[in-house]
């Protein structure tokens, strides 16, 4: 069994269309943490103490957001730049995080085709993201291509968003359960390439 957190960064949750039921799925499944953070957090002021011991007693963070400019809401970036502390995620003595998992599960208002070099964003998703990739490489996680929701305004009306939903959970319970093939998962470009790499029994 490993300790999954998913924390969650969603500012206008009132209008969520998908995010919002990702969340309540994060929320339901057996032994796994759950943080929303801007419900912890409506002013900014994380803390830090808190967030850091959170991180110790987990093995796999999930980052759920939707991307925004082409990057996390502010509030998941403020928290990486307080809570990665030298001297805690890097840098002397900056080892805390070696060896735990990071998995970026996002929603995106793009289609997949537009995230690409010919397309109307130039670059793939993976590489936008490449900061949060390279953050983890930087701390010693293991960094999980992302899970992405292309298109995700329209999930509903394509009926995609069930399926979508009910991957999440997969993920979160192999996750936790020890059954998530990382190794697989880290031959792709994005987590959502295809079917989940999970392990029938370990
Ligand atoms: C401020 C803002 C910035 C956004 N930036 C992007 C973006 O860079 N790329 C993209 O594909 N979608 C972008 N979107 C669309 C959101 O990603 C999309 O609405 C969200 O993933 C849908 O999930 P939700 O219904 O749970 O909010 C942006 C939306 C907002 C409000």
Redesign the pocket.
Known sequence: MSKVMVLFA?P?QR??????D?ANVARSVDDIGFVDLYADYPRFKIDVDREQERLLVHDVIVFQF??????TPSLLKEWQDLVLEYGFAYGPGGDKLAGKLLVPV?????LQD??REDGR?NFP?RTLLSPLEQTANLCQMVYVPPLV??A??SARNDGRADDHIKQYRLLLEALRDGRFDVEAARRRDLLSDGALPVLESV
């Open positions: 969603h206008g209008h969520s269309q998908i995010n919002l990702l939707p991307v925004y400019w082409y990057s996002v929603t995106a208002g793009g537009a995230y964003n998703l929701l292309f995700a305004l």
